[in-house]
């Protein structure tokens, strides 16, 4: 199963009936653990991190729809 089946089955979820299973209890739980909560929680964190953008004209054959293998592998680099 590629990246983009699995993208479209978890989009369909909500069109599954919700008879097929019946609704279950969640327990309750309680978390044991060494660690101390961080003082302060959520995104993005201590170490953000930073999105960049890349594109070339030369990564898609236009005529074929082929993409070029070399210059996507620099792209990624």
């Given at each position: 199963?590629?990246?983009?089946?699995?993208?479209?089955?978890?989009?369909?979820?909500?069109?599954?009936?919700?008879?097929a299973?019946?609704?279950?209890?969640?327990?309750?739980?309680?978390?044991?653990?060494?660690?101390?909560?961080?003082?302060?929680?959520?995104?993005?964190?201590?170490?953000?991190?930073?999105?960049?953008?890349?594109?070339?004209?030369?990564?898609?054959?236009?005529?074929?729809?082929?993409?070029?293998?070399?210059?996507?592998?620099?792209m990624?680099?």
């Amino acid at each position: 199963m590629d990246r983009r089946t699995f993208v479209r089955l978890l989009a369909a979820m909500p069109l599954v009936p919700a008879a097929a299973d019946p609704p279950q209890k969640v327990p309750r739980m309680r978390v044991v653990t060494p660690y101390t909560p961080a003082q302060v929680p959520g995104m993005p964190g201590p170490w953000p991190g930073t999105v960049v953008k890349v594109s070339s004209a030369a990564c898609v054959d236009t005529a074929t729809g082929a993409a070029n293998a070399e210059v996507v592998k620099e792209m990624m680099a």
